[in-house]
């Protein structure tokens, strides 16, 4: 069975800083890895999807690594802002061959930027 | 990007009721939606499959005469909590895959 540790699980540091979530996962037969943000009450936010044969995704201050092979992947986020602040997920999707296949999430790792 | 929908964002029952949730893509067809539910410091756990046309497979453990799902057309999926208790508060929330997996916004349920 599919397990999804995270990285810390909580972190806070000053407006500014650079900073790394860890994920990592037990089976290394997925089919992609995708990184979600939580706001509080509210649903999720898709962020970055590596796929299996991908090594990183990028979008804006977001950099998304995946070393399928060793069942990690890390997000890294540049120059952190107050808005940041929220759960940060992440989930696999297992390469069962099918086409409709639920997520394996993480705990998530609850993130706040000090201003 | 797509769209999911879900509705009621909040709702409070008195236990022995039962509520239904709906979850709709609105910019695109989806012959599979999911249904998770989030407990606390917890991670989201799948729940079921939502098959457009035929029935929704169940994870281990949940019981499918509690969470009735129907998935009656390519846009719509709804989850009934039937019967419920106090234990069944949680935060449920739908998801419909396009390229990305898309979520609804989630539903916080409250059984008093």
């Known amino acids: 069975k599919q397990e999804v540790t995270q990285i810390p699980a909580a972190l806070s540091v000053p407006e500014g800083e650079n900073l790394v979530l860890n994920c990592s996962f037990t089976?290394?037969?997925?089919?992609?890895l995708q990184w979600f943000r939580q706001d509080p009450g509210k649903g999720l936010t898709s962020l970055l999807l590596?796929?299996?044969?991908?090594r990183e995704q990028t979008s804006g201050r977001l950099n998304a690594s995946l070393d399928k092979s060793s069942g990690r992947s890390t997000l890294y986020i540049a120059a952190s802002q107050p808005g940041d602040s929220a759960t940060y997920l992440c989930a696999v999707r297992p390469n069962s061959g099918g086409g409709a296949d639920g997520l394996t999430f993480g705990k998530g790792t609850h993130l706040i930027i000090q201003p | 990007g797509a769209v999911v929908s879900q509705h009621p964002s909040r709702v409070i029952c008195k236990s022995g009721t039962s509520v239904k949730i709906e979850c709709r893509s609105l910019?695109?067809?989806?012959?599979?939606m999911f249904w998770y539910r989030q407990f606390p410091k917890k991670s989201l756990m799948l729940m079921a499959t939502?098959?457009?046309?035929?029935?929704?497979?169940?994870e281990q453990g949940v019981e499918k005469d509690k969470f009735l799902i129907n998935h009656a057309s390519l846009t719509l999926s709804t989850l009934t909590v039937t019967s419920a208790h106090p234990e069944d508060s949680s935060f449920y929330i739908c998801?419909?895959?396009?390229?990305?997996?898309?979520f609804g916004q989630g539903t916080r349920l409250t059984v008093v």
């Open positions: 089976d290394s037969a997925i089919y992609n």
């Open positions: 910019d695109f067809q989806a012959t599979t």
């Open positions: 939502s098959n457009e046309g035929s029935k929704a497979t169940y």
């Open positions: 998801s419909a895959r396009d390229y990305l997996a898309f």
């Open positions: 590596i796929q299996s044969s991908q």
